[in-house]
């Protein structure tokens, strides 16, 4: 059984920078692709970047591009968001999610069976 456990998340000032991590266990970590998703108050879940098994492909959301990395280390079973240039409109609880032999292509929440519980990220304008 796949358990996501995000980190990372606070309470921030407008153009500040958070890293927000996941930890992997309960699989083979390089058999998924990682995704990082948003929810905000009153919205539906959104896709904020996903990174391939390997990491050699990444895809963002426009909101987010030019702001926002995904990375991962499969040898420490973390997947990573840092997180600059923070805006309110980024204000949200952050979820990791992990899809069995996905791709950087699977960008949407039905693709995702394995889920973190989330942390909050707070952006103060």
């Known amino acids: 059984q796949v358990q996501l456990v995000e980190s990372g998340g606070g309470l921030v000032q407008t153009g500040d920078s958070l890293r927000l991590s996941c930890a992997f266990s309960?699989?083979?970590?390089?058999?998924?692709?990682m995704a990082w998703f948003r929810q905000a108050p009153g919205k539906e879940r959104e896709f904020v970047a996903v990174?391939?098994?390997?990491?050699?492909?990444?895809y963002y959301a426009d909101s987010v591009k030019g702001r926002f990395t995904i990375s991962r280390d499969n040898a420490r079973s973390t997947v990573v968001l840092q997180m600059n240039d923070l805006k309110p409109e980024d204000t949200a609880v952050y979820y990791c999610?992990?899809?069995?032999?996905?791709?950087?292509?699977?960008?949407?929440?039905?693709?995702?069976?394995?889920w973190g519980r989330g942390t909050q990220v707070t952006v103060s304008s």
């Open positions: 999610a992990a899809k069995l032999w996905g791709t950087a292509y699977d960008r949407h929440t039905y693709e995702y069976r394995d």
């Open positions: 309960g699989g083979t970590v390089n058999w998924y692709a």
């Open positions: 990174s391939s098994k390997r990491g050699e492909t990444t």
